[in-house]
């Protein structure tokens, strides 16, 4: 009477953020290196362009399949063999996407984290953590640091 069937999912609904957040991908100079980095940050409740949809997919993410072989292998495979797809949003409430404003523009001065991946990972490897932080007034960036 308390088994699971293995083929159901079985996924708790998540509560609503507290405030509307905003999300924008951008590309950082680092080093005189380019590197592309999720922002998250709450929209200060700009109502312009904010959506209720925990449905949508906003995230483009790419995995290399080339770069895993190249850092693990030593083979030298094209870095744009893998797999280029779109990931859900982890939260319920208003989210939008839009392009990072200037911090001259920020309302309120907010905290923010700089969510840094463990090897092999990516920004959007705690996505569901950095849209709840986003959500209690935090600002979150994710870059995509480059293996050693």
Do not use: N
């Amino acid at each position: 009477a308390g088994a699971l069937a293995p083929d159901r999912d079985v996924v708790a609904e998540p509560e609503p953020l507290e405030e509307a957040i905003a999300y924008a991908s951008v590309e950082l100079d680092i080093g005189g290196e380019k590197v592309p980095a999720a922002i998250w940050y709450p929209s200060d409740g700009a109502a312009e362009g904010v959506e209720e949809s925990s449905a949508s997919e906003p995230y483009e993410h790419f995995i290399s399949l080339g770069r895993i072989v190249r850092l693990l292998l030593g083979l030298a495979l094209p870095l744009g063999l893998g797999r280029g797809f779109r990931l859900k949003r982890q939260s319920r409430g208003k989210f939008r996407e839009a392009s990072l404003p200037k911090l001259s523009e920020q309302g309120t001065p907010r905290p923010c984290i700089i969510f840094a991946h463990g090897y092999l990972g990516s920004r959007f490897d705690m996505l569901g953590l950095c849209e709840r932080l986003a959500g209690k007034g935090f600002i979150v960036a994710a870059p995509d640091f480059g293996e050693p």
